[in-house]
Protein backbone atom coordinates (compact mmCIF):
# COMPACT_ATOMS: atom_id res chain seq x y z
CA UNK A 1 0.00 0.00 0.00
CA UNK A 2 1.00 3.79 -0.87
CA UNK A 3 2.00 6.12 2.07
CA UNK A 4 -0.18 8.65 0.41
CA UNK A 5 -2.75 5.73 0.40
CA UNK A 6 -2.15 4.80 3.74
CA UNK A 7 -2.08 8.73 5.08
CA UNK A 8 -5.42 9.64 3.41
CA UNK A 9 -7.19 6.18 5.48
CA UNK A 10 -5.74 7.08 8.51
CA UNK A 11 -7.54 10.54 7.93
CA UNK A 12 -10.63 9.25 6.69
CA UNK A 13 -10.93 6.88 10.17
CA UNK A 14 -9.93 10.15 12.77
CA UNK A 15 -12.08 12.71 10.70
CA UNK A 16 -14.84 11.19 12.98
CA UNK A 17 -13.20 12.79 15.66
CA UNK A 18 -13.41 10.24 17.80
CA UNK A 19 -10.62 8.55 19.57
CA UNK A 20 -9.32 5.74 17.99
CA UNK A 21 -6.32 3.24 19.34
CA UNK A 22 -3.18 2.23 17.32
CA UNK A 23 -4.22 -1.27 17.13
CA UNK A 24 -7.33 -0.15 15.80
CA UNK A 25 -6.06 1.51 13.05
CA UNK A 26 -3.34 -1.35 11.66
CA UNK A 27 -6.35 -3.64 12.56
CA UNK A 28 -8.48 -2.09 9.84
CA UNK A 29 -6.07 -0.87 6.97
CA UNK A 30 -3.97 -4.27 7.33
CA UNK A 31 -0.92 -2.94 8.47
CA UNK A 32 1.66 -2.76 11.36
CA UNK A 33 1.26 -0.08 14.40
CA UNK A 34 4.64 0.83 14.09
CA UNK A 35 3.75 2.35 10.49
CA UNK A 36 0.65 3.87 11.80
CA UNK A 37 2.78 6.24 14.04
CA UNK A 38 5.28 6.74 11.55
CA UNK A 39 1.97 8.11 9.23
CA UNK A 40 0.18 9.61 12.74
CA UNK A 41 3.92 10.94 13.22
CA UNK A 42 4.14 12.24 9.77
CA UNK A 43 0.55 13.69 9.52
CA UNK A 44 0.91 15.82 12.76
CA UNK A 45 2.80 18.23 11.16
CA UNK A 46 0.24 19.03 8.88
CA UNK A 47 -2.81 18.56 10.62
CA UNK A 48 -3.68 19.09 14.47
CA UNK A 49 -3.56 14.91 15.81
CA UNK A 50 -3.23 14.74 19.48
CA UNK A 51 -1.95 11.24 20.85
CA UNK A 52 -2.75 10.78 24.79
CA UNK A 53 -2.19 8.10 26.97
CA UNK A 54 -3.38 9.67 30.24
CA UNK A 55 -6.55 8.66 32.14
CA UNK A 56 -8.70 10.62 30.90
CA UNK A 57 -7.72 10.33 26.95
CA UNK A 58 -6.50 7.12 25.53
CA UNK A 59 -5.45 6.55 21.78
CA UNK A 60 -5.11 9.19 18.51
CA UNK A 61 -7.43 11.72 17.57
CA UNK A 62 -8.14 14.24 14.61
CA UNK A 63 -8.93 17.57 17.12
CA UNK A 64 -10.76 19.10 14.39
CA UNK A 65 -11.26 19.11 10.29
CA UNK A 66 -12.36 22.11 9.57
CA UNK A 67 -10.72 25.46 9.61
CA UNK A 68 -13.98 27.29 9.60
CA UNK A 69 -15.10 25.49 12.62
CA UNK A 70 -16.38 27.79 15.99
CA UNK A 71 -13.60 26.60 18.71
CA UNK A 72 -14.93 29.17 21.43
CA UNK A 73 -18.47 29.80 22.15
CA UNK A 74 -19.43 33.46 22.17
CA UNK A 75 -19.29 33.66 26.14
CA UNK A 76 -15.39 31.83 25.86
CA UNK A 77 -14.07 34.58 23.92
CA UNK A 78 -15.22 37.46 25.35
CA UNK A 79 -14.33 35.34 29.07
CA UNK A 80 -10.68 35.02 27.77
CA UNK A 81 -10.73 38.34 25.93
CA UNK A 82 -11.62 40.33 29.89
CA UNK A 83 -8.51 38.03 31.66
CA UNK A 84 -5.90 39.06 29.27
CA UNK A 85 -3.88 41.92 29.55
CA UNK A 86 -4.00 44.98 27.86
CA UNK A 87 -0.03 44.62 26.75
CA UNK A 88 0.37 43.72 23.56
CA UNK A 89 1.51 40.41 23.86
CA UNK A 90 -0.76 39.39 20.77
CA UNK A 91 2.06 36.23 20.02
CA UNK A 92 1.35 35.14 23.71
CA UNK A 93 -2.27 35.57 23.80
CA UNK A 94 -2.44 33.16 20.64
CA UNK A 95 -0.06 30.52 22.20
CA UNK A 96 -1.97 30.21 24.93
CA UNK A 97 -5.59 30.08 23.15
CA UNK A 98 -4.08 27.27 20.80
CA UNK A 99 -2.78 25.06 24.20
CA UNK A 100 -6.38 26.30 26.15
CA UNK A 101 -7.68 24.96 22.72
CA UNK A 102 -6.00 21.59 22.44
CA UNK A 103 -6.46 20.77 26.29
CA UNK A 104 -10.85 21.78 25.40
CA UNK A 105 -10.60 19.27 22.52
CA UNK A 106 -8.47 16.47 24.21
CA UNK A 107 -10.92 16.74 27.49
CA UNK A 108 -8.71 16.68 29.97
CA UNK A 109 -11.13 19.31 31.98
CA UNK A 110 -13.82 16.63 31.92
Known amino acids: MRSRFIQNEILVLLSDKNVHTAQEIADTL ?24 SSSFRGIRLLYNNPDEQIFSEWEISFLISIFPTDKNESKAKSLLKKLYDLKQASCFE
Open 30 to 53: EISVGTVYRHINDLSGSYPITTGC
